[in-house]
């Protein structure tokens, strides 16, 4: 029973454009999201959170989109660079509970010159 | 430290085989985490703990999987009598408070042959 879904495996951005990356979960006890970045043979890095009491947070070219009624988050990266090039990963916890992360299966975005 | 710590890097093991992984939390982080990746993409929580204690083992294969968190030394995940399906990449992770963002070690590789 997978919780959270990125339904995208791959995305390719041009350079200066906009990535969307979507990420849809099921567990309506979810109340923490996140994002990471992973490379090849390294940990994720973690980019960007958001609570559900929010619908938007923002930090420098990431910014985080919360629809809680449709149970849908998405990650826009303005503008896109080749650096960015790597799998994201959508994360949510349940902070009443354990807290552990529930990982949806990655979307790997290529950023092309 | 100012990062998740792992070792080792790699780990090959003979099918029967005892294996042994060490994380080194960021100082000060009260959660470890540790996540088992399959098959690429797919990450699945095992345990946390707070501080020493365990905080929840929901994903934990309790036969032959086992952790501790000891003061004074790295956090250790033991796996007895290793299978060829516990080939994988495990993660720790640390994070300051109950709730918030999980900073990542950057994997440990366990091959069974």
């Known amino acids: 029973d997978q919780q959270v879904k990125q339904n995208s495996p791959s995305l390719s951005v041009q350079e200066g454009r906009i990535s969307i990356l979507n990420c849809d979960y099921t567990?309506?006890?979810?109340?923490?999201f996140l994002w990471y970045k992973k490379y090849p043979a390294e940990g994720p890095t973690f980019l960007i959170s958001?609570?559900?009491?929010?619908d938007k947070n923002e930090d420098g070219r990431f910014t985080v989109f919360l629809n809680k009624s449709a149970k849908h988050l998405s990650l826009h990266i303005v503008p896109s660079q080749p650096g960015d090039s790597a799998v994201y990963f959508c994360?949510?916890?349940?902070?009443?509970?354990?807290?552990?992360?529930?990982f949806g299966t990655g979307t790997r975005l290529q950023v092309t010159l | 430290g100012e990062e998740v710590a792992q070792t080792p890097k790699h780990l090959v093991r003979g099918e029967g085989q005892k294996a042994k992984l060490y994380c080194a939390p960021i100082?000060?982080?009260?959660?470890v985490f540790w996540y088992q990746q399959v098959l690429k993409n797919e990450f699945k929580f095992l345990i946390s703990f707070q501080n020493e204690n365990v905080f929840d083992e929901t994903g934990m294969p309790k036969e032959r999987f086992s952790a501790k968190c000891l003061p004074n030394s790295p956090c250790s995940l033991e796996i007895q009598a290793t299978k060829l399906e516990d080939s994988a990449v495990y993660f720790c992770?640390?994070?300051?408070?109950?709730?918030?963002?999980?900073?990542f070690g950057p994997g440990t590789r366990l091959t069974v042959t």
């Open positions: 958001i609570s559900s009491i929010k």
């Open positions: 100082k000060g982080h009260s959660y």
């Open positions: 992770a640390s994070r300051l408070f109950i709730a918030g963002e999980q900073y």
């Open positions: 994360a949510a916890s349940d902070t009443g509970t354990a807290s552990k992360l529930t």
């Open positions: 567990n309506s006890m979810f109340d923490y």
